[in-house]
């Protein structure tokens, strides 16, 4: 891996406006002064990281107007190196490239603020701007189902070179039209997709070996699974399974599943859907299934788990969704373990 390089911003971009502030710190919209081509240049440092130029990289509209966005880290760090053990860079300079994951362009120290600069594609709006923009109206099932393929084959990827994200959530998606993003040939395979989705934020992905100080803060608390409310001491890949299917559900019915005004309601609200982790036996359905060590965790928090006989994933979602209810009541299992893997979901008969 070769260190982070410094080089000036001001030499390479010009700022057109700021995009939004973070925890991580801020992005802004920029125009790359040089060819655009010069970032997306295959070299071979770059072979095997997000930073491995997608072969339709060209065809994109906003590469050809030389458009990027550039997330502007707010702590400075003492040595180039120590950059290289930032959550967000490890997980760019880990994971290759994917059509579904946002494609970064370049990483390199401003030379005059000595700030971290992540340079990636500019996208058109996140997936919580897309479902409020339809105020309730229904979003077709077509464009949702091709938002959940895109989205799933993301995490797969994802957990397939060890990862797991941690924080997914609308926020994190970024949707583009399609036509808006290519203005020449639409890559095989995506010519029927409206919308092109992407993953972002990478800020708190681990790697499945890294177990150290896992936290119980993370992802924002509506997309939080049960392990993590719990106060489970690890958790993995399942959590963003999970998260998945709270978006999912998201999507159909435009409003959030478990919308928990703090940790305890969010236990609550997802009580009430999947019903008692231990008595499941006395409802018609299975819903989320046993998980005795859901009542030993409670238990160590002080609180004892009420007896709620859940509703099925059915009656929740819109009667058009039907097909998808059954992939979704998979994610909303109890227990992490039982809840099905990406790929396996992936081969599920709603995204054949």
């Given at each position: 891996i070769l260190p982070i390089e410094y080089e000036s911003f001001l030499k390479s971009y010009y700022m057109i406006?700021?995009?939004?502030?973070?925890?991580?710190?801020?992005?802004?919209?920029?125009?790359?002064?040089?060819?655009?081509?010069?970032?997306?240049?295959?070299?071979?440092?770059?072979?095997?990281?997000?930073?491995?130029?997608?072969?339709?990289?060209?065809?994109?509209?906003?590469?050809?107007?030389?458009?990027?966005?550039?997330?502007?880290?707010?702590?400075?760090?003492?040595?180039?190196?120590?950059?290289?053990?930032?959550?967000?860079?490890?997980?760019?300079?880990?994971?290759?490239?994917?059509?579904?994951?946002?494609?970064?362009?370049?990483?390199?120290?401003?030379?005059?603020?000595?700030?971290?600069?992540?340079?990636?594609?500019?996208?058109?709006?996140?997936?919580?701007?897309?479902?409020?923009?339809?105020?309730?109206?229904a979003i077709a099932p077509w464009v949702i189902k091709s938002m959940l393929a895109q989205l799933l084959g993301a995490i797969k990827h994802i957990h397939s070179h060890g990862f797991f994200h941690r924080d997914v959530k609308p926020e994190n998606i970024l949707v583009s039209s399609a036509k808006h993003y290519y203005y020449k040939n639409i890559p095989p395979g995506k010519e029927n997709d409206i919308y092109v989705l992407k993953l972002c934020d990478y800020g708190l992905s681990r790697h499945v070996t890294n177990t150290k100080d896992l936290t119980q803060y993370v992802s924002t608390r509506w997309y939080r699974a049960p392990e993590i409310l719990l106060r489970r001491r690890s958790y993995s890949r399942p959590i963003d399974i999970w998260a998945f299917g709270s978006v999912a559900v998201e999507l159909v019915n435009c409003r959030p599943l478990f919308a928990g005004l703090n940790e305890t309601d969010q236990i609550w609200q997802i009580l009430t859907k999947l019903g008692h982790p231990l008595f499941q036996g006395r409802c018609s359905e299975d819903l989320g299934g046993v998980w005795p060590e859901a009542v030993q965790l409670a238990d160590k928090l002080g609180f004892i788990i009420p007896y709620i006989a859940g509703q099925t994933i059915q009656s929740i979602l819109r009667t058009d969704f039907q097909d998808l209810a059954e992939a979704i009541q998979a994610c909303f299992l109890w227990d992490p373990e039982a809840r099905p893997t990406a790929d396996t979901l992936s081969r599920h008969a709603y995204f054949r």
């Open positions: 406006s700021r995009l939004g502030f973070g925890s991580f710190g801020c992005a802004i919209l920029a125009k790359y002064r040089k060819s655009i081509s010069d970032l997306l240049a295959p070299q071979p440092h770059k072979l095997g990281t997000l930073l491995e130029p997608l072969k339709y990289a060209s065809s994109t509209k906003p590469h050809a107007d030389g458009l990027v966005a550039i997330k502007v880290m707010k702590n400075q760090l003492k040595k180039p190196s120590d950059y290289l053990n930032v959550n967000e860079i490890k997980f760019i300079l880990s994971v290759p490239s994917h059509s579904n994951l946002l494609q970064i362009f370049d990483l390199f120290i401003d030379s005059a603020s000595g700030k971290l600069n992540i340079v990636m594609e500019p996208m058109d709006q996140n997936l919580y701007q897309f479902i409020q923009k339809h105020e309730g109206r």
